[in-house]
């Protein structure tokens, strides 16, 4: 028995440059940044050393009705809005509820109840911590919230791996599909964790850029004078099903899911490998699974941070797996424009590169003043062709604790 052919029938997506996936596709596409200076009285009272981010461009609970906003936090808000657009944009299918899978992730979670609730239980007691804080704060809510909403039946799991969550979850979706335990499942990642303590935590580890007098250019990826990643929230979503059940209903189809694959580096809690042995086994493993070789790939949706070590791990990973040729290969690297959406960021960047092979365009990669030449990869502040015939791209996701996890995706 052949294995069922996975598709991507539905995206959404709410990121620091739009409030939709269309609306955050037009300002990439446009060269826009995300990142802005933080008006919030926390940065001045705790003194914090980074002073921007990339805060979402549409919060939330402007979207949502205010009943149920008020009973998730952030992270879920923006899950929920996330999948409401996928859902309808997939033409809001009729399924069997128990054919209805979640598979959606978070690097944190509900960070902002959880310390919300601490300050209110050191300031006011007991009495006051909200009820719904446990079921606000954790890391399940979003897809709890989601499986709820669209009363999937199948099963609601969660991915936790840091900045690798959410292409995991959308891995795990291809792969619980092709195991017949769901006919669709909406997969995707979500964060909202711009929070004094998070960018004290991130600007301690000296992981952030600290480019306070012009944020709008402090994410540059495999730029020479790069010096920490930007912090980024939102979340996406993408509705996947196999290509029989898509068809069989009349489906628009974006792409093809291929193949996906997840490694761990094993090799120190934070940094990664140096030589990208972990990241390359995953894309190698990516392509085995698609039955694709290095010659195939067309387009890279590239990690990229901006940390120093980072995006040299990214591009050796690379280059030993395609060798001399990843020089020519359109590469795109998306958080110079959204900044880092730590467990929303793999799946908002599988979004674009659905969209990439769609519309047969790499992305711009903004910001990189001059490249590293240790870097030399096929990088351009402008939109790169992909030219004709059939398109194959990878989307790699790299976290905290070693994860990896790199999707495949091919044009139809």
């Avoid at 690798?164 to 335990?181: D, K, Y």
């Avoid at 993408?238 to 059940?245: A, M, Q, Y």
Wanted: glycine content about 10%; overall charge negative; charged content about 20%.
């Amino acid at each position: 028995m052949s294995t069922p052919r996975i598709v991507v029938t539905g995206i959404g997506a709410s990121s620091p440059i739009g409030g939709t996936a269309p609306e955050s596709w037009s300002a990439l596409l446009a060269g826009t940044s995300g990142a802005r200076t933080l008006a919030h009285d926390w940065v001045g009272q705790y003194e914090l050393p980074v002073t921007f981010a990339a805060e979402a461009l549409v919060r939330p609970d402007t979207v949502l009705e205010r009943p149920e906003a008020k009973r998730l936090d952030p992270a879920s808000q923006f899950a929920l809005v996330a999948a409401r657009e996928a859902w309808a944009d997939a033409g809001s299918p009729d399924v069997d509820p128990e054919r209805l899978g979640v598979d959606y992730a978070t690097g944190i979670g509900g960070v902002w109840t959880l310390l919300d609730a601490w300050d209110t239980l050191r300031e006011k007691g007991p009495r006051r911590v909200m009820p719904m804080t446990v079921p606000m704060l954790m890391p399940n809510a979003a897809s709890a919230a989601i499986s709820m909403h669209l009363g999937a039946r199948a099963y609601a799991r969660t991915v936790a791996s840091a900045c690798a969550s959410s292409v995991e979850s959308i891995i795990n979706g291809m792969e619980h599909l092709q195991n017949g335990l769901a006919d669709i499942v909406i997969a995707g990642g979500t964060e909202s964790a711009i929070h004094p303590i998070t960018l004290a935590a991130f600007s301690s580890m000296t992981a952030l850029s600290k480019r306070n007098d012009d944020p709008g250019t402090a994410s540059r990826p495999f730029s020479i004078d790069r010096d920490g990643f930007v912090m980024g929230e939102g979340a996406a979503a993408l509705v996947l099903e196999t290509e029989e059940h898509a068809r069989a209903r009349g489906a628009r189809i974006y792409a093809a899911l291929v193949g996906g694959a997840v490694t761990a580096d094993s090799y120190h809690i934070t940094a990664p490998d140096p030589e990208g042995l972990g990241a390359s086994r995953a894309v190698r493993a990516a392509l085995a699974q698609a039955g694709a070789s290095v010659d195939d790939v067309t387009h890279i949706n590239a990690h990229a941070t901006s940390t120093p070590t980072g995006d040299i791990a990214e591009y050796k990973a690379l280059r030993s797996v395609f060798g001399d040729r990843v020089h020519d290969i359109p590469l795109s690297a998306t958080k110079a424009s959204t900044g880092h959406l730590l467990g929303g960021t793999g799946a908002l960047e599988a979004v674009f590169t659905v969209l990439a092979l769609r519309d047969r365009q790499a992305p711009p990669t903004i910001n990189i003043t001059e490249q590293d030449p240790e870097i030399p990869l096929k990088v351009s502040p402008q939109s790169q062709p992909l030219g004709d015939g059939p398109q194959l791209a990878i989307s790699n996701s790299f976290g905290f604790g070693g994860h990896n996890a790199v999707a495949a995706f091919q044009s139809v």
